[in-house]
C-alpha cells in the first residue's frame, strides 16, 4: 500500500508542530518552505487537519497553525484512516470486473489494509517524533529561525 500525497503532508505536518516549542504559531509559508510542498496543497491538508481538531488553524497578520491534539494520544493508525479516506485498494465495479461477483480479492485487500491500520493504531505521534526524527525536526526549526533572522 502507498500513501497518498496528501496523507504524507498531513502526517509531516503534524509531526512538525509536535516538536515545535514557540509560543506563536507555525505558518503555513514555513511548512510549505520545510517540506517543499505547494502553500496551495498545503492549504488544503491544514483545512482537514483543522477540521479534525488536531491543529489550530488562526488566519490574519499574526495567525498560523499549532498542534491542538495531545501527541501522546493520536494515533499513527488514526490519522491515516482519517487522511487516507475509505477508497477501496481496488476498483472493481469501476474497471467492470466480470469476476466482481466471486472474486474474494476484495475481501483480501480490505483485510491487509485493516491489518495495516492495525499496526500503525501501536504508535503515537509523539513516539513516531521521539530521537533521530524529533532531533532532526528540532534542527529545521532552528535553521529555519536562523535563516529568517539573517534575512532580516
Given at each position: 500500500?502507498?500513501?497518498?500525497?496528501?496523507?504524507?503532508?498531513?502526517?509531516?505536518?503534524?509531526?512538525y508542530?509536535?516538536?515545535?516549542?514557540?509560543?506563536?504559531?507555525?505558518?503555513?509559508?514555513?511548512?510549505?518552505?520545510?517540506?517543499?510542498?505547494?502553500?496551495n496543497?498545503?492549504?488544503?491538508?491544514?483545512?482537514?487537519?483543522?477540521?479534525?481538531?488536531?491543529?489550530?488553524?488562526m488566519?490574519?497578520?499574526?495567525?498560523?497553525?499549532?498542534?491542538a491534539?495531545?501527541p501522546?494520544?493520536?494515533g499513527?493508525?488514526?490519522?491515516?484512516?482519517?487522511?487516507?479516506?475509505?477508497?477501496?485498494?481496488?476498483?472493481?465495479?469501476g474497471i467492470?470486473?466480470?469476476?466482481s461477483?466471486?472474486?474474494?480479492?476484495r475481501?483480501?485487500?480490505?483485510?491487509?489494509?485493516?491489518?495495516?491500520?492495525?499496526?500503525?493504531?501501536?504508535?503515537?505521534?509523539?513516539?513516531?517524533?521521539s530521537?533521530?526524527?524529533?532531533?532532526?525536526?528540532?534542527?529545521?526549526?532552528?535553521?529555519?529561525?536562523?535563516?529568517?533572522l539573517?534575512?532580516?
Amino acid at each position: 500500500m502507498r500513501l497518498t500525497r496528501f496523507s504524507d503532508i498531513g502526517l509531516r505536518v503534524l509531526m512538525y508542530l509536535a516538536k515545535d516549542t514557540r509560543t506563536s504559531p507555525v505558518t503555513v509559508a514555513e511548512v510549505a518552505q520545510q517540506f517543499d510542498v505547494p502553500h496551495n496543497h498545503l492549504v488544503k491538508v491544514v483545512g482537514t487537519l483543522a477540521k479534525m481538531g488536531w491543529i489550530d488553524a488562526m488566519r490574519g497578520r499574526n495567525g498560523g497553525i499549532r498542534l491542538a491534539a495531545d501527541p501522546a494520544v493520536l494515533g499513527v493508525g488514526s490519522i491515516l484512516r482519517v487522511l487516507e479516506g475509505d477508497d477501496e485498494v481496488i476498483d472493481c465495479a469501476g474497471i467492470g470486473c466480470r469476476l466482481s461477483g466471486d472474486c474474494r480479492v476484495r475481501h483480501v485487500l480490505r483485510e491487509g489494509v485493516e491489518a495495516f491500520y492495525k499496526a500503525l493504531d501501536a504508535y503515537t505521534l509523539a513516539e513516531v517524533v521521539s530521537g533521530n526524527t524529533g532531533e532532526q525536526i528540532v534542527r529545521m526549526h532552528k535553521r529555519f529561525l536562523a535563516e529568517k533572522l539573517e534575512a532580516a
